[in-house]
């Protein structure tokens, strides 16, 4: 799944012109629909920015090149990594506005 994985991700990073059907956003788009919750209990925060900086801290990318092959974590580790990113990420945005 590994080399499947990159090659998507190789064939994604083509210039705007040549980019095949596998970059359209989607993931960004289904993040977004999971949050949608928020919109009730947390109305105060950006599920729009908040799905985007989920997804970019928590893509193919990230799993595969940053964690697995440069800083060499097993594929449950690299998970757990992201997921716990992700998380995070989720906790600073419904924490109330603190003032400056």
Do not use: C, K
């Not at 970059?23 to 209990?41: H, K, M, V």
């Not at 989920?54 to 974590?73: C, K, N």
């Amino acid at each position: 799944m590994g080399a499947q994985l990159r090659a998507a991700l190789r064939l994604s990073l083509e210039p705007a012109g040549e980019q095949p059907v596998l970059r359209q956003g989607r993931a960004i788009a289904w993040i977004a629909e999971a949050l949608a919750p928020l919109r009730d209990s947390h109305p105060h925060v950006d599920n729009a920015g908040l799905a985007t900086a989920i997804r970019s801290a928590t893509g193919i990318e990230t799993l595969m090149w940053q964690l697995v092959d440069i800083a060499g974590y097993s594929r449950e580790s690299a998970t757990d990594t992201v997921t716990g990113t992700a998380r995070a990420f989720l906790a600073a945005a419904i924490l109330p506005a603190t003032p400056a």
